[in-house]
C-alpha cells in the first residue's frame, strides 16, 4: 500500500497520553511585522466582504441586538490554507519580512505536498522574520483561528499577532518556553510542546475590546483585555523576533466576522457564561422546596437551567420577565423533564398583569397545552429528551400557534390551522415566562435557549398587492388553480413591493418569482401546490441557467432564478401537498421529477423566514448558487416517504440558518455543492433536527464536487436520526476546509460522526483533501454505533484528512459486543451513508475509529457503553501525529 510522502519530511506515529493540561500563558514581543499587505488572497485563498459593522450575539444572557439588514450574515476577512501556493512562496494578500541573514518565509511541504503550511525559520538570533497579512477590517464579534505548531521547547515565537487596520495590537498569543503565553497581560497559559500542532481560536469583540482563546477546543483565557484599544481586526502576523531562533508553522488561517442575529432580541438565555451551581441573572427563583441553578448539561460548555424537586411540598420555579410587549411576540426555549409522572410548567407566557396566555405543561409522560379547564394533548415524550417548543403570540388577536420540533400543533385538522385562545383573553401584552416545578408536584426540569423576540416583519412591505382583488381574483378555496392570478401580481408588483396571499387555501403550480420584492404567505392562509405534473413546467437548463442540481431537481413549486432581494415570510404554510402515490410509492417515485417546494437559485441576498413548510413532493427549501442568504424562524414537516430533505444549500456563498426546527423523512439540513463555486461562509445556529427518518442530522455532502469551506454548525439540538448526527462526505473531488461543529446536543442517533474522505464509483475525479474539522462540546445518547473518521487507500496512495479535532465530545453507546470483529474493508466506493461500517460490520472500537488521518487531536473526551463491550474505546489505524489526552 502507497502512502503519499514528501522527499526530507519525515513522518512519524506518535500518540501523546497526557494525564491533564493546566497552567496559564500570556503574551510575547510582537514580531517585527511587515508593511500593511494590500490585494486580495488570490490563489489557494478566499477572501469575501468587507468591513461591516453591527452587533453579535453570544453567551447567556443577550438584550438588545439587531440585525442591519433583511439578511444577516458574517464576513470572513480570511481564509487561507496555503494548499494551492507553491512551495518556498507566499499566497497573495501575505507579506514576509527577514532581516539578520538566517531569516526564511515560506509555504512548505509540512504535513505533506497536499497539505501545505507556512514555514517562519531562523537559524541565529539576529534579525527578524515575520509574515503578514492584510483583509478587510471585521467588527463586533470575530473569530481568528489558526493551527499552528513549534519545533523547539526554547525561544519566543509569536504565533498569533492580530492587529487593526490602524496596526494597533488586539491579541498577542506567542509561546514562550514551551508554554502559550499572552502578551497584553503577561500571563503564561498552557504547556506547548515542541512538534505538535494546535488549534487557536480567539474569539474577540472589538465594542468591549475584550476577547477569549481556546487551544485544542479548551478556553484557556476568558474575557481578556485587547492588548491596545483597537476599532476593529484587519491584520493576522506570525513570527519571530529579534533575540530568538527556530521554526513555526502556521496552517488554516481565517479571520470571521460572526453574524448578526436576524433579530433584535428581549431575551436569549443560553446560560453558557453563567458558572454552574448559581442562579442566572434576570431570573426571580423561587425555592421554597427544591432547587433552581445552572448545570453543565448537555455540556460543560453547553449550560442549561435545572429545576429539582425531590419532594411535593413548596416550589421550584424561575420567572423571567422583560418589557411588556403587544403585536405578535415569539417565544421559544429547549425543555426535558426528568420524569415521565407529575406536571411541570415546561413554558408559560404571561402579561404584565399575570393574566396567562399561554401555558404549556409536561403532563403524565406527554407535553400538553392546559387552557385551565382541559389538558390538551400534543406529543408523548421520554424522560430526559430535550424538545423545541416555539410559540408565535398574536397579542392583537388574543390567540397563538404551537410548533414543536418542527410539527404544528393546531386545535383542529381544517385546511387552514387554526389558532390556539389565549388561555385568558385579558392578556393585553406579554411580559414574562415561567418555568418549574410547583406545588405538590416533584421531579426535575431542563430549560435552555430560552429567546423571546417580536415579529421582524410585522407588515407587509411596500405597495402590497392583494391576490385576492381585482385584477386577480384568485380563489383561495383550495380547489381552483390560482396559479395564473398569482403569477400575474408577482409580474405587476412594482420592485419594494408584497404579493399578499391571505385568507384561504391557494391551490398552485410553479410561482416564478422576481427581483426586489416579498411573497408573504399570511398566518391565516396556505400556498399549496398541486399534484398536477403538468402545472410545474421542467427547467430548460441550457437556456435559463437554472442549475439541475444533480440532474434531480427539475421542477419547484416556488421558483426564483436570478433574482435579487427576494424574502418569502408571512408566518403562514407553505404546502407541497407531496402524498400523491406516484410521489410516495418507491417503484415510482425515482421515474418522475418531483418538484421541490422551493428552488431559490443564482441571487443575491435571498430571505426565507417566519413560515411553516410541510409534506414537500421532494426536498423542501433549496438555496442553490446565491451569495447572501437567511433562512429564519421556519418550521419543516416534512417526513413523507422518499428523499424529502428539509433544508438544502447548494453551492452558496454567506449563508445564516437560525431558529430552523426540521422533522424530515431524509437529510434535515444538508450542504452539497454540483459545482465549482461551491459551499463557503455558512453558519447554522440555535436549530433542531427533530426527526430524519432514514438519513442524517446536519451533513455535508455527498454531493461534493466543488468545495466546503468556512462552516459553522452551532447551539444545534438532533435527535431521532436514523444514521449520524452529524455527517461530512467528501466522495466527489471536492476540498474541505475550515468546518466547526460545537455546542451539539444529539440523541437517538445511529452514531454521532461520520467523516469520509474517497472516491465514489460514479465518481471522474480523485480524492483531494479535507484540513481543518473540530467537534467540540459533543454531548450524545442512545447511540448505537461509534464514530467513523476515515479517508481512503485507493490503486497504491492513501488520501487523507488532515488536522481533525474532537474536543469534549462525550457520548453513550449501545456496546455489548463480545468478540472483536476484524478489521474492515476500505472504502469501496458505494453511495457513502452514515450507516457504513455498521452491521455485520461492525467497527473494531465502541467508541471512535479514526484511520488516514494525518494530525488527530482528541481531548478530554470519553464514550460510556449501556453494555460491556470487548473493544477499546479508541482505534487509531494509519493516524499520524496523534494526540490524545
Same mark, same amino acid.
Given at each position: 500500500?502507497?502512502?503519499?510522502?514528501?522527499?526530507?519530511?519525515?513522518?512519524?506515529?506518535?500518540?501523546?497520553?497526557?494525564?491533564?493540561?493546566?497552567?496559564?500563558?500570556?503574551?510575547?514581543?510582537?514580531?517585527?511585522?511587515?508593511?500593511?499587505?494590500?490585494?486580495?488572497?488570490? @490563489? +489557494? #485563498? !478566499? *477572501? %469575501? /466582504? &468587507? $468591513? =461591516? @459593522? +453591527? #452587533? !453579535? *450575539? %453570544? /453567551? &447567556? $444572557? =443577550? @438584550? +438588545? #441586538?439587531?440585525? %442591519?439588514? &433583511?439578511?444577516? @450574515? +458574517?464576513?470572513?476577512?480570511?481564509?487561507?490554507?496555503?494548499?494551492?501556493?507553491a512551495?518556498?512562496?507566499?499566497?497573495?494578500?501575505?507579506?514576509?519580512?527577514?532581516?539578520?541573514?538566517?531569516?526564511?518565509?515560506?509555504?512548505?511541504?509540512?504535513?505533506?505536498a497536499?497539505?501545505?503550511?507556512?514555514?517562519?525559520?531562523?537559524?541565529?538570533?539576529?534579525?527578524?522574520?515575520?509574515?503578514?497579512?492584510?483583509?478587510?477590517?471585521?467588527?463586533?464579534?470575530?473569530?481568528?483561528?489558526?493551527?499552528?505548531?513549534?519545533?523547539?521547547?526554547?525561544?519566543?515565537?509569536?504565533?498569533?499577532?492580530?492587529?487593526?487596520?490602524?496596526?494597533?495590537?488586539?491579541?498577542?498569543?506567542?509561546?514562550?518556553?514551551?508554554?502559550?503565553?499572552?502578551?497584553?497581560?503577561?500571563?503564561?497559559?498552557?504547556?506547548?510542546?515542541?512538534?505538535r500542532?494546535?488549534?487557536?481560536?480567539?474569539?474577540?469583540?472589538?465594542?468591549?475590546?475584550?476577547?477569549?482563546?481556546?487551544?485544542?477546543?479548551?478556553?484557556?483565557?476568558?474575557?481578556?483585555?485587547?492588548?491596545?484599544?483597537?476599532?476593529?481586526?484587519?491584520?493576522?502576523?506570525?513570527?519571530?523576533?529579534?533575540?530568538?531562533?527556530?521554526?513555526?508553522?502556521?496552517?488554516?488561517?481565517?479571520?470571521?466576522?460572526?453574524?448578526?442575529?436576524?433579530?433584535?432580541?428581549?431575551v436569549?438565555?443560553?446560560?453558557?457564561?453563567?458558572?454552574?451551581?448559581?442562579?442566572?441573572?434576570?431570573?426571580?427563583?423561587t425555592?421554597?422546596?427544591?432547587t433552581?441553578?445552572?448545570?453543565?448539561?448537555?455540556?460543560?460548555?453547553?449550560?442549561?437551567?435545572?429545576?429539582?424537586?425531590?419532594?411535593?411540598?413548596?416550589?421550584?420555579?424561575?420567572?423571567?420577565?422583560?418589557?411588556?410587549?403587544?403585536?405578535?411576540?415569539?417565544?421559544?426555549?429547549?425543555?426535558?423533564?426528568?420524569?415521565?409522572?407529575?406536571?411541570?410548567?415546561?413554558?408559560?407566557?404571561?402579561?404584565?398583569?399575570g393574566?396567562?396566555?399561554?401555558?404549556?405543561?409536561?403532563?403524565s409522560?406527554?407535553?400538553?397545552?392546559?387552557?385551565?379547564?382541559?389538558?390538551?394533548?400534543?406529543?408523548?415524550?421520554?424522560?430526559?429528551?430535550?424538545?423545541?417548543?416555539?410559540?408565535?403570540?398574536?397579542?392583537?388577536?388574543?390567540?397563538?400557534?404551537?410548533?414543536?420540533?418542527?410539527?404544528?400543533?393546531?386545535?383542529?385538522?381544517?385546511?387552514?390551522?387554526?389558532?390556539?385562545?389565549?388561555?385568558?383573553s385579558?392578556?393585553?401584552?406579554?411580559?414574562?415566562?415561567?418555568?418549574?416545578?410547583?406545588?405538590?408536584?416533584?421531579?426535575?426540569?431542563?430549560?435552555?435557549?430560552?429567546?423571546?423576540?417580536?415579529?421582524?416583519?410585522?407588515?407587509?412591505?411596500?405597495p402590497?398587492?392583494?391576490?385576492?382583488?381585482?385584477?386577480?381574483?384568485?380563489?383561495?378555496?383550495?380547489?381552483?388553480?390560482?396559479?395564473?392570478?398569482?403569477?400575474?401580481?408577482?409580474?405587476?408588483?412594482?420592485?419594494?413591493?408584497?404579493?399578499?396571499?391571505?385568507?384561504?387555501?391557494?391551490?398552485?403550480?410553479?410561482?416564478?418569482?422576481?427581483?426586489?420584492?416579498?411573497?408573504?404567505?399570511?398566518?391565516?392562509?396556505?400556498?399549496?401546490?398541486?399534484?398536477?405534473?403538468?402545472?410545474?413546467?421542467?427547467?430548460?437548463?441550457?437556456?435559463?441557467?437554472?442549475?439541475?442540481?444533480?440532474?434531480?431537481?427539475?421542477?419547484?413549486?416556488?421558483?426564483?432564478?436570478?433574482?435579487?432581494?427576494?424574502?418569502?415570510?408571512?408566518?403562514?404554510?407553505?404546502?407541497?401537498?407531496?402524498?400523491k402515490?406516484?410521489?410516495?410509492?418507491?417503484?415510482?417515485?425515482?421515474?418522475?421529477?418531483r418538484?421541490?417546494?422551493?428552488?431559490?437559485?443564482?441571487?443575491?441576498?435571498?430571505?426565507?423566514?417566519?413560515?411553516?413548510?410541510?409534506?414537500?413532493?421532494?426536498?423542501?427549501?433549496?438555496?442553490?448558487?446565491?451569495?447572501?442568504?437567511?433562512?429564519?424562524?421556519?418550521?419543516?414537516?416534512?417526513?413523507?416517504?422518499?428523499?424529502?430533505?428539509?433544508?438544502?444549500?447548494?453551492?452558496?456563498?454567506?449563508?445564516?440558518?437560525?431558529?430552523?426546527?426540521?422533522?424530515?423523512?431524509?437529510?434535515?439540513?444538508?450542504?452539497?455543492?454540483?459545482?465549482?463555486?461551491?459551499?463557503?461562509?455558512?453558519?447554522?445556529?440555535?436549530?433542531?433536527?427533530?426527526?430524519?427518518?432514514?438519513?442524517?442530522?446536519v451533513?455535508?455532502g455527498?454531493?461534493?464536487?466543488?468545495?466546503?469551506?468556512?462552516?459553522?454548525?452551532?447551539?444545534?439540538?438532533?435527535?431521532?436520526?436514523?444514521?449520524?448526527?452529524?455527517?461530512?462526505?467528501?466522495?466527489?473531488?471536492?476540498?474541505?476546509?475550515?468546518?466547526?461543529?460545537?455546542?451539539?446536543?444529539?440523541?437517538?442517533?445511529?452514531?454521532?460522526?461520520?467523516?469520509?474522505?474517497?472516491?465514489?464509483?460514479?465518481?471522474?475525479?480523485?480524492?483531494?483533501?479535507?484540513?481543518?474539522?473540530?467537534?467540540?462540546?459533543?454531548?450524545?445518547?442512545?447511540?448505537?454505533?461509534?464514530?467513523?473518521?476515515?479517508?481512503?487507500?485507493?490503486?497504491?496512495?492513501?488520501?487523507?484528512?488532515?488536522?481533525?479535532?474532537?474536543?469534549?465530545?462525550h457520548?453513550?453507546?449501545?456496546?455489548?459486543?463480545?468478540?472483536?470483529?476484524?478489521?474492515?474493508?476500505?472504502?469501496?466506493?458505494?453511495?457513502?451513508?452514515?450507516?457504513?461500517?455498521?452491521?455485520?460490520?461492525?467497527?473494531?472500537?465502541?467508541?471512535?475509529?479514526?484511520?488516514?488521518?494525518?494530525?488527530?487531536?482528541?481531548?478530554?473526551?470519553?464514550?460510556g457503553?449501556?453494555?460491556?463491550?470487548?473493544?477499546?474505546?479508541?482505534?487509531?489505524?494509519?493516524?499520524?501525529?496523534?494526540?490524545v489526552?
Amino acid at each position: 500500500m502507497g502512502y503519499r510522502t514528501v522527499a526530507g519530511v519525515a513522518r512519524v506515529l506518535t500518540v501523546v497520553v497526557l494525564a491533564g493540561l493546566g497552567g496559564a500563558i500570556g503574551p510575547a514581543r510582537a514580531a517585527s511585522t511587515a508593511a500593511s499587505a494590500t490585494g486580495s488572497s488570490a @490563489t +489557494g #485563498s !478566499s *477572501v %469575501t /466582504g &468587507s $468591513s =461591516v @459593522t +453591527g #452587533s !453579535s *450575539v %453570544t /453567551g &447567556s $444572557s =443577550v @438584550t +438588545g #441586538s439587531f440585525a %442591519t439588514s &433583511s439578511y444577516a @450574515t +458574517g464576513a470572513y476577512g480570511l481564509s487561507e490554507d496555503f494548499n494551492d501556493t507553491a512551495l518556498g512562496g507566499l499566497p497573495a494578500g501575505w507579506s514576509a519580512e527577514t532581516s539578520g541573514g538566517s531569516a526564511t518565509v515560506g509555504v512548505d511541504a509540512l504535513p505533506d505536498a497536499v497539505d501545505r503550511s507556512l514555514t517562519v525559520a531562523k537559524t541565529t538570533t539576529a534579525g527578524t522574520a515575520s509574515a503578514t497579512t492584510q483583509f478587510p477590517a471585521l467588527t463586533g464579534r470575530v473569530e481568528i483561528s489558526a493551527r499552528v505548531r513549534v519545533e523547539q521547547s526554547t525561544g519566543w515565537f509569536n504565533v498569533l499577532y492580530v492587529a487593526g487596520s490602524d496596526w494597533s495590537a488586539t491579541a498577542s498569543i506567542a509561546v514562550r518556553d514551551g508554554r502559550f503565553y499572552y502578551v497584553s497581560t503577561g500571563q503564561y497559559l498552557i504547556p506547548a510542546a515542541a512538534q505538535r500542532w494546535y488549534t487557536l481560536r480567539a474569539v474577540l469583540d472589538t465594542r468591549t475590546r475584550r476577547l477569549d482563546l481556546h487551544v485544542d477546543g479548551q478556553r484557556v483565557l476568558a474575557n481578556a483585555p485587547f492588548r491596545q484599544n483597537s476599532a476593529d481586526v484587519a491584520r493576522v502576523t506570525v513570527g519571530i523576533g529579534s533575540g530568538y531562533a527556530g521554526t513555526l508553522h502556521v496552517d488554516s488561517v481565517s479571520a470571521y466576522r460572526t453574524p448578526d442575529p436576524s433579530v433584535e432580541y428581549l431575551v436569549l438565555d443560553q446560560f453558557n457564561d453563567v458558572p454552574t451551581g448559581t442562579r442566572p441573572p434576570g431570573y426571580q427563583v423561587t425555592t421554597t422546596g427544591g432547587t433552581v441553578s445552572v448545570v453543565g448539561t448537555p455540556s460543560a460548555a453547553d449550560r442549561s437551567l435545572l429545576f429539582s424537586k425531590t419532594g411535593t411540598a413548596g416550589e421550584a420555579t424561575a420567572v423571567r420577565a422583560f418589557g411588556p410587549q403587544t403585536g405578535t411576540v415569539i417565544v421559544q426555549a429547549n425543555v426535558r423533564t426528568g420524569e415521565a409522572t407529575a406536571v411541570k410548567v415546561a413554558l408559560y407566557a404571561y402579561s404584565a398583569s399575570g393574566r396567562p396566555a399561554s401555558t404549556i405543561q409536561f403532563h403524565s409522560g406527554w407535553l400538553v397545552y392546559y387552557d385551565g379547564a382541559v389538558v390538551h394533548r400534543l406529543t408523548p415524550v421520554t424522560p430526559g429528551e430535550w424538545y423545541t417548543i416555539r410559540l408565535v403570540l398574536d397579542v392583537t388577536a388574543r390567540q397563538f400557534d404551537i410548533f414543536i420540533d418542527g410539527r404544528q400543533f393546531a386545535p383542529n385538522g381544517g385546511a387552514v390551522p387554526s389558532r390556539w385562545p389565549f388561555r385568558d383573553s385579558g392578556a393585553a401584552d406579554i411580559n414574562h415566562l415561567m418555568f418549574g416545578v410547583g406545588a405538590a408536584q416533584q421531579g426535575t426540569l431542563g430549560v435552555d435557549n430560552v429567546m423571546v423576540y417580536r415579529d421582524p416583519l410585522p407588515t407587509p412591505p411596500g405597495p402590497v398587492l392583494d391576490v385576492r382583488q381585482a385584477p386577480y381574483h384568485a380563489a383561495g378555496e383550495g380547489v381552483t388553480d390560482d396559479t395564473a392570478a398569482i403569477q400575474r401580481a408577482i409580474d405587476d408588483v412594482p420592485a419594494g413591493g408584497t404579493v399578499l396571499l391571505r385568507g384561504g387555501v391557494f391551490l398552485t403550480g410553479t410561482l416564478r418569482l422576481k427581483s426586489d420584492m416579498t411573497l408573504w404567505v399570511n398566518r391565516d392562509a396556505v400556498l399549496r401546490g398541486t399534484q398536477d405534473e403538468a402545472r410545474y413546467p421542467l427547467f430548460d437548463a441550457p437556456t435559463t441557467g437554472t442549475p439541475s442540481v444533480g440532474g434531480i431537481i427539475r421542477r419547484a413549486l416556488i421558483l426564483s432564478v436570478g433574482a435579487d432581494n427576494v424574502t418569502i415570510t408571512g408566518g403562514g404554510t407553505i404546502d407541497g401537498d407531496g402524498n400523491k402515490p406516484e410521489w410516495i410509492d418507491p417503484d415510482t417515485r425515482n421515474t418522475v421529477l418531483r418538484p421541490v417546494l422551493m428552488f431559490l437559485t443564482k441571487g443575491r441576498d435571498i430571505s426565507v423566514r417566519g413560515v411553516h413548510v410541510q409534506n414537500a413532493a421532494m426536498w423542501a427549501i433549496v438555496a442553490a448558487e446565491d451569495d447572501g442568504v437567511l433562512i429564519a424562524d421556519v418550521t419543516v414537516d416534512s417526513d413523507l416517504t422518499g428523499e424529502r430533505d428539509g433544508v438544502d444549500i447548494v453551492d452558496s456563498h454567506d449563508v445564516l440558518v437560525e431558529r430552523v426546527s426540521v422533522w424530515s423523512d431524509d437529510d434535515a439540513i444538508c450542504l452539497k455543492s454540483y459545482s465549482t463555486k461551491g459551499v463557503d461562509g455558512v453558519t447554522v445556529r440555535l436549530a433542531t433536527v427533530g426527526n430524519s427518518t432514514r438519513a442524517n442530522g446536519v451533513k455535508l455532502g455527498t454531493a461534493s464536487f466543488g468545495a466546503f469551506r468556512n462552516v459553522v454548525v452551532e447551539d444545534v439540538l438532533v435527535k431521532h436520526v436514523d444514521k449520524s448526527a452529524l455527517t461530512v462526505t467528501v466522495v466527489d473531488g471536492a476540498t474541505a476546509a475550515n468546518l466547526t461543529f460545537r455546542r451539539v446536543a444529539i440523541d437517538d442517533s445511529l452514531r454521532t460522526l461520520f467523516v469520509l474522505l474517497g472516491k465514489r464509483n460514479e465518481a471522474t475525479s480523485l480524492p483531494r483533501w479535507v484540513s481543518g474539522i473540530r467537534f467540540e462540546d459533543i454531548a450524545a445518547t442512545n447511540l448505537v454505533e461509534p464514530s467513523a473518521i476515515s479517508g481512503q487507500a485507493l490503486d497504491g496512495t492513501t488520501y487523507r484528512l488532515y488536522d481533525v479535532l474532537l474536543s469534549e465530545v462525550h457520548q453513550v453507546v449501545a456496546g455489548g459486543v463480545r468478540q472483536m470483529p476484524p478489521e474492515p474493508a476500505e472504502y469501496a466506493g458505494i453511495y457513502p451513508e452514515g450507516n457504513y461500517w455498521t452491521g455485520n460490520s461492525k467497527l473494531p472500537t465502541y467508541g471512535h475509529y479514526f484511520r488516514h488521518i494525518d494530525g488527530l487531536t482528541v481531548r478530554a473526551s470519553t464514550t460510556g457503553v449501556r453494555q460491556s463491550d470487548v473493544r477499546p474505546a479508541l482505534a487509531l489505524r494509519d493516524a499520524w501525529n496523534a494526540t490524545v489526552t
